[in-house]
T-cell receptor
Framework: EPEVTQTPSHQVTQMGQEVILRCVPI?????FYWYRQILGQKVEFLVS????????KSEIFDDQFSVERPDGSNFTLKIRSTKLEDSAMYFC?????????????FGAGSRLTVL | AQKITQTQPGMFVQEKEAVTLDCTYD???????LFWYKQPSSGEMIFLIY??????QNATEGRYSLNFQKARKSANLVISASQLGDSAMYFC?????????????FGKGTRLSVIA
């Protein structure tokens, strides 16, 4: 069963440091997403990415965040200067198309702890 | 405006019994998709079942079925013959389709505990 792979599984960082979370989506998928889940809360959309550009972003995705697909396989989320409130589980997801039944496959998540 | 509402923060069910997890949604888009995901304690998000707004029949996937009542804007998940491994958080999600590749929007989730 193809899967979305995320690294690292857990990262601890100091406030103000830059963090890069990495994702390898499913190989024939074209749509990529980042979501986050603050502990005990709901899963929130951050950004979607298609055809090498951002297609949609939420109000959470401010100038501190950026995404990149540096090569044919990786999809990264960068947080430029982390804040305490960035502590959360970050999920990468990918989908094959944009039709209604386009099921997003999620990775196992990267837990970010900002101290 | 909250698009997905899950009113049950926690539910308990006896092993082998059926359980219904509630989900209501709000949209003015006539074309949308409804999804349920399971999140076990290990943290990953596992897709369970999908229902399209134009689907005539309720979706079923093994022990999972979706009780889709379009006029009431509800998409409840029914799990039959509960197993201990069903203990997890369950998230209802929706995607509006008229405007293209809109993101999946999640509810706050329901924590299901299956009791032996």
């Amino acid at each position: 069963e193809p899967e979305v792979t995320q690294t690292p599984s857990h990262q601890v960082t100091q406030m103000g440091q830059e963090v890069i979370l990495r994702c390898v989506p499913i190989s024939n998928h074209l749509y990529f997403y980042w979501y986050r889940q603050i502990l005990g809360q709901k899963v929130e959309f951050l950004v979607s990415f298609y055809n090498n550009e951002i297609s949609e972003k939420s109000e959470i995705f401010d100038d501190q965040f950026s995404v990149e697909r540096p090569d044919g396989s990786n999809f990264t989320l960068k947080i430029r200067s982390t804040k305490l409130e960035d502590s959360a589980m970050y999920f990468c997801a990918s989908g094959q198309g944009d039709s209604g039944a386009n099921v997003l496959t999620f990775g196992a998540g990267s837990r970010l702890t900002v101290l | 405006a909250q698009k997905i509402t899950q009113t049950q923060p926690g539910m308990f069910v006896q092993e082998k019994e059926a359980v219904t997890l509630d989900c209501t949604y709000d949209t003015s888009d006539p074309s949308y998709g409804l999804f349920w995901y399971k999140q076990p304690s290990s943290g990953e998000m596992i897709f369970l079942i999908y229902q399209g707004s134009y689907d005539q029949q309720n979706a079923t996937e093994g022990r999972y079925s979706l009780n889709f009542q379009k006029a009431r804007k509800s998409a409840n998940l029914v799990i039959s013959a509960s197993q201990l491994g069903d203990s997890a958080m369950y998230f209802c999600a929706m995607r509006e389709l008229l405007s293209g590749n809109t993101p999946l929007v999640f509810g706050k989730g329901t924590r299901l505990s299956v009791i032996a």
